[in-house]
């Protein structure tokens, strides 16, 4: 038994040195990756990244706090007609904007003499550009979106973004109120011409000075009585409407080339402070769809002008059966002058060499209200023109008036106005000349 105790004691002793203690281990094994330099390193590392990880988040939450409370931005798509106007006003401010990025807009026109005349602009280009106005500081992110493009001009669709200070919202609405009123400020006292682009109207080159109306010299009171009807046909808005008459006026000017049409209705539009949409019905691609959505949406304050309508159309047979280069139909023309779903407060002049070519359809009342013959020059109007380039010269305008006479009472033909006009441009500062060398002008 003495013996057995002993054996027992160290039996149990070992058997209690050999099971480990789960928690002593656990201690152990965190006191040796304790003592481990690289885990410390890597845990030391991982809780730095979770560190600058939030602290970047949070800084992202206060910068778009920040932005949405200190700043506002205005965005201005190249569809918009704003669009210019800012880019003008912005090419305008010249050395006050502070910018690395230009664009170069060319203006290029030759004369019919050879001569060239060129004049190159420069404009933001994309990429942000910064200005000071009125003591705010603006930034300018001008993007284009290489996706989208305007089918009709194959030019990407652009945006420009503006940002400034919160505090100075209101500047955005005057700096676009004075980039609108320098635009219009450039276009008063002109002319602009608008032509079709796809579905819409485009600005066709730079406006152009009104032309006089005194400037053109029809026969005798045939000018006076078209303005008289023209400006009848505007102040009679509620007139119309009460009757349920379409309020829309259709003209058409007829007679031989050079006879003043095309600046009988230029001058118009001057004297009544309209612009000019010019639609060329032989225009390749042109669809009814299209002339439609055209002639109802265009821009205000305009007289619609359709030339040369005899060349498109000249019988409705030919052209319902085999259309024209356009695919503009006859009936599909009717249908978007006077139609249902024809546009209102529309003035419509049409202009051709040759009525006789023209359907009666196209010419009836309700499409064109009134027609006018401008022909051969008149008496009336040989002398006015005849004056106007030689001023008091009344006792040679009656002769020049009797020398056209003489030689038209011999069978020669009548004399447009286009050449009178060049035959005293020829002979501008000697009447004396333009009347000895009369024979010229029959002539031509």
């Excluded at 013996?3 to 006191?31: E, F, R, W």
């Excluded at 019905?281 to 009814?288: A, I, K, Q, V």
């Excluded at 978007?336 to 009836?364: K, W, Y």
């Amino acid at each position: 038994m003495a013996d057995s105790t002993p054996q027992a004691a160290g039996l149990a002793q070992a058997a209690s040195t050999s099971v480990p203690d789960q928690s002593g281990g656990t201690t152990s094994l965190l006191s040796l990756l304790g003592d481990n330099p690289y885990f410390g390193a890597g845990f030391g590392l991982l809780g730095v990244g979770a560190a600058m990880a939030l602290l970047r988040q949070g800084a992202v939450r206060a910068g778009t706090l920040a932005r949405r409370r200190l700043l506002v931005t205005l965005e201005i798509p190249s569809r918009d007609k704003s669009y210019l106007w800012f880019l003008q006003w912005m090419s305008s401010q010249g050395a006050r904007t502070r910018t690395p990025h230009l664009s170069v807009e060319t203006v290029f026109k030759q004369h019919e003499n050879g001569t060239v005349y060129t004049e190159f602009s420069l404009v933001p280009g994309p990429g942000k550009h910064f200005f000071r106005w009125k003591g705010a500081w603006m930034q300018v992110e001008r993007q284009r979106d290489g996706r989208l493009m305007d089918l009709t001009t194959g030019s990407p669709y652009e945006t420009i973004t503006i940002t400034t200070l919160s505090r100075d919202r209101s500047l955005l609405s005057e700096l676009l109120t004075e980039a609108r009123a320098r635009a219009l400020a450039r276009q008063e006292g002109k002319t602009v011409i608008f032509c079709s682009y796809g579905p819409e109207w485009r600005p066709f080159g730079q406006p152009r000075k009104r032309r006089p109306l005194a400037s053109v010299v029809l026969d005798h009171g045939l000018k006076e009585h078209i303005v008289k009807d023209v400006r009848s046909f505007l102040d009679n808005g509620k007139w119309y409407l009460d009757r349920g008459i379409p309020y829309r006026r259709g003209y058409l000017l007829y007679g031989p080339p050079g006879s003043g049409k095309s600046s009988f209705i230029q001058a118009l539009a001057g004297e009544l402070g309209y612009n000019i949409c010019l639609l060329n019905l032989s225009e390749r691609g042109l669809t009814d769809d299209r002339l439609n959505h055209l002639l109802s949406n265009t821009p205000e304050r305009s007289i619609l002008l359709l030339e040369d309508v005899d060349a498109a159309f000249n019988q409705r047979a030919q052209s319902d059966k085999q259309g024209f280069a356009s695919m503009v139909t006859f009936s599909g023309l009717l249908n978007a002058l006077d139609g249902v779903a024809a546009a209102e407060e529309r003035i419509i002049f049409m202009t051709t060499n040759h009525l006789e070519r023209l359907d009666p359809a196209l010419i009836r009342p309700g499409r064109v209200d009134m027609k006018a013959l401008l022909g051969d020059a008149s008496d009336h109007q040989i002398r006015q023109l005849f004056l106007r380039f030689y001023e008091g010269h009344e006792a040679k305008a009656t002769a020049f008036v009797a020398a056209c006479r003489e030689r038209m009472a011999g069978g020669t033909r009548g004399v447009s106005a286009a050449a009178l006009q060049g035959h005293f441009v020829f002979h501008r500062d000697n009447p004396d000349q333009a009347l000895c060398q009369i024979d010229t002008l029959f002539q031509r």
